[in-house]
């Protein structure tokens, strides 16, 4: 009895579901949209100039102390070059923290502005998920593999409209 009434539960699930919904969206095509989206480009855009400009700057100091040391060594004492030398290495080591540093500090931004960007978006997709009374709502940008689009529902246009966006 318990078998066949396991086996009659597993012969009828496909029927059920049937009356379930499902819905896909491609976030590559939502989050550009967002106001959002376009500010922390701007940011990160201004952080990255602003980083390049310092690095720049320190570059140009670094070759112009070069240049002198280069043209000017040959008469120098021995301790005068020593410390000079040593001062150009620091330079080199300065430069290089910089980078590593810079790099590290806007990768970090960028996190941060994409991790709010994609809460509001994340939001938005619940909101229209509950609202439309979806099982699940699949990101085709999120690495799903496939999705027949025949079955499931189309929700872009409902999630744009609650992020603001047209």
């Known amino acids: 009895m318990k078998k066949l009434f396991i086996v009659a539960l597993v012969a009828l699930m496909p029927f059920g579901a049937f009356a379930q919904k499902f819905g896909h969206f491609n976030s590559a095509d939502i989050l550009p949209l967002m106001p959002e989206y376009k500010a922390a480009e701007a940011e990160l855009q201004e952080l ?32 005068t070059r020593q410390r000079r030398e040593q ?36 939001k938005a997709v619940k909101e229209v998920g509950e609202e439309g009374g979806y099982i699940c ?10 999705v027949n689009a025949t079955l499931t529902t189309d929700v872009t246009e409902p999630i744009k409209a609650k992020l603001g966006i047209k």
């Open 48 to 79: 990255t100039t602003q980083y390049q400009d310092e690095f720049n700057y320190m570059v140009t100091e670094y070759q112009k102390k070069e240049d002198d040391y280069l043209k000017n060594r040959e008469s120098l004492p021995e301790a």
């Open 87 to 122: 001062d150009l290495a620091d330079s080199q080591q300065k430069i290089q923290e910089y980078r590593m540093n810079s790099s590290a500090n806007l990768e970090n931004k960028q996190a941060e502005l994409l991790n709010n960007i994609n809460e509001k978006a994340l």
């Open 137 to 146: 709502i699949f990101d085709l940008g999120g690495g799903v593999p496939f």
